[in-house]
């Protein structure tokens, strides 16, 4: 199921970045050097999302993945952000469970020669609840398996670096194939690094309820970047992507769901890193814009603070608000549907393309969280890091939410374990 493929992107690696771009993350940094020493790590993450309901009745039905694919970044887990209510059946505004998530991850990484370095990540996470066929109702339950193996070979120079990666996820109905390349290249100085990468991702997807078969999804992908150092304290970065996809795009779940074949998209993400030699802790602060060729436009801007204490302890607090707007052909909750979730709104009759899938409307989010981790010695370091999601139709700053949607919250748990060699 495609909703849990993208997981490790957010989880295991950068906090928000990789949704747009299947791209190796641009390390903020300048001057890459060899890796001197090799490093193993474990990342365990639980995570649970909820929604407010009203009144909602069980479909009958199982189903082994529920086809999710997003655009959006601003979950730990985006691509779970539909969720589902429990089936059963509820009546008032309470809260009710909806999708759960385990993730395991298992990294390595080793230098070579001095010169080289190889990154080796295994990842497996496995996603149970119900999903919604419309909006947030006409639930199934379901479950399914993911497993992923991602690699990267990078070869450094004086003054650069040159990576190449690939990577496979496997799930019962979903198997991705992505392949990469990237290259950075700094000034003599070293002030200035400039990063260009590519990526090609090919897709093969059969969902378990056969609606389609043996379809396809292709994603050419493309970033350039120039990272800066200001000064002893400060540096900058701008990265401009650009994503091109051709294939299926629709939710196979979903009973009323039809997306263009073609979706293409423009991210611009701006960071800066700022130490504070009083307190020696720093700030990270990134914007990231997002549009796409389905009409969306989303806003990113995230906040966290870095702060070491004695005995190896650190604190990281974090905010990141998220605001976008909502798909050229969303289709918002009915009248008929606002009283009775069973009755499900029916696209306009000339409609070509339409979905009623809640991640496609327009909507704010906030998230907030906070990271505690430890030096034990040398080589051991362990960390624990908790996060809470709040989503809102009425959050958004542009444009208007779909007023028949429940509020949507969810909370993460992750703990990591790692040891340089």
Not at 39 to 57: A, E, H, P, R, W
Not at 206 to 230: M, W
Not at 377 to 400: A, M, V
């Amino acid at each position: 199921m495609r909703s849990v493929s993208k997981i490790t992107s957010t989880v295991f690696g950068t906090a928000i970045l990789t949704a747009a771009l299947t791209l190796p993350s641009v390390e903020f940094a300048y001057g890459e050097a060899a890796p001197e020493r090799g490093i193993v790590s474990f990342k365990y993450l639980n995570y649970q999302d909820s929604q407010s309901v009203g009144k909602v009745t069980q479909s009958g039905t199982t189903q082994s993945g529920d086809g999710h694919e997003t655009h959006n970044d601003h979950l730990i887990i985006s691509d779970v952000i539909s969720g589902a209510s429990t089936v059963g059946s509820s009546t008032g505004g309470s809260s009710q469970d909806r999708i759960a998530i385990n993730a395991y991850s298992i990294m390595a990484m080793t230098p070579i020669a001095g010169e080289w370095s190889l990154g080796l990540t295994y990842t497996s996470d496995s996603v149970s609840g119900a999903s919604p066929a419309y909006h947030s109702a006409g639930l199934t339950t379901m479950s399914d398996l993911r497993r992923a193996v991602d690699a990267q070979l990078t070869r450094y120079f004086s003054r650069g670096t040159l990576s190449v990666g690939v990577s496979n996820s496997s799930e019962s109905d979903y198997i991705s194939r992505s392949y990469s390349l990237q290259g950075s290249l700094s000034t003599e100085d070293k002030n200035t690094t400039f990063t260009v990468g590519g990526s090609l991702t090919d897709d093969s997807i059969n969902p378990n309820n056969r609606k389609v078969v043996d379809e396809k999804k292709k994603v050419n992908a493309g970033l350039i970047g120039v990272t800066r150092i200001l000064s002893t304290n400060d540096i900058v970065q701008l990265n401009l992507g650009y994503s091109q996809g051709n294939g299926y795009y629709t939710d196979p779940y979903k009973s009323i769901d039809n997306r263009p074949r073609d979706r293409n998209n423009t991210t611009v993400l701006t960071r800066w890193n700022h130490h504070f030699d009083e307190t020696d802790g720093t700030t990270h602060v990134s914007y990231r814009y997002y549009s796409d060729t389905f009409g969306i436009r989303a806003h990113t801007l995230g906040v966290e603070y870095v702060q070491p204490l004695r005995n190896g302890w650190a604190v990281t607090p974090l905010l990141r608000l998220y605001t976008q707007t909502q798909a050229e052909f969303y289709v918002a909750v009915g009248a008929a549907e606002k009283a009775d979730p069973t009755v499900a709104t029916q696209p306009p009759v000339s409609a070509l393309y339409y979905t009623e899938d809640q991640r496609m409307s327009a909507f704010g989010a906030i998230t907030m969280g906070l990271k505690v981790s430890k030096q034990l010695n040398p080589d051991w370091l362990i960390d624990l890091k908790y996060e809470t999601y709040e989503q809102r139709g009425d959050w958004c700053l542009s444009g208007k939410g779909d007023s028949g949607l429940a509020d949507f919250s969810a909370r993460s748990i992750q703990v990591g374990v790692s040891r340089q060699f």
